[in-house]
Nanobody, 123 residues
């Protein structure tokens, strides 16, 4: 089992920045792909970004590519999502997730989920 706890959400103005963190505990010795997802009110959960265990490979949704950056610090068992140039449409609950396989993360079906953190972008 892996437990994931997100932090760093909040209220920010359009064009601002936030950095989300996700701390993992439990079976963190395995090599998990880590991902970020978001779910806006009344919409389906959608993929945002993911990163390989080594940190060398990353994927982004088109809607955030160039504005968001995912990174990880395996020594701290933490993954980050730096969000810049935020837009109102980025408003959502952001979830951290983990799975040994890219396919599961990209399919939005990872084994482990955090509880989510709210990001609200005001205009």
């Amino acid at each position: 089992q892996v437990q994931l706890v997100e932090s760093g959400g909040g209220l920010v103005q359009v064009g601002g920045s936030l950095r989300l963190s996700c701390a993992a505990s439990g079976r963190t010795g395995s090599r998990y792909v880590m991902g970020w997802f978001r779910q806006a009110l009344g919409k389906d959960r959608q993929f945002v970004a993911c990163i390989s265990w080594s940190g060398e490979t990353t994927y982004y949704a088109d809607s955030v590519n160039g504005r968001f950056t995912i990174s990880r610090d395996n020594a701290k068992n933490t993954v980050y999502l730096q969000m810049n140039r935020l837009k109102p449409e980025d408003t959502a609950v952001y979830y951290c997730a983990a799975d040994p396989k890219y396919s599961a993360v990209l399919a939005t079906t990872p084994d482990y989920w955090g509880q989510g953190t709210q990001v609200t972008v005001s205009s």
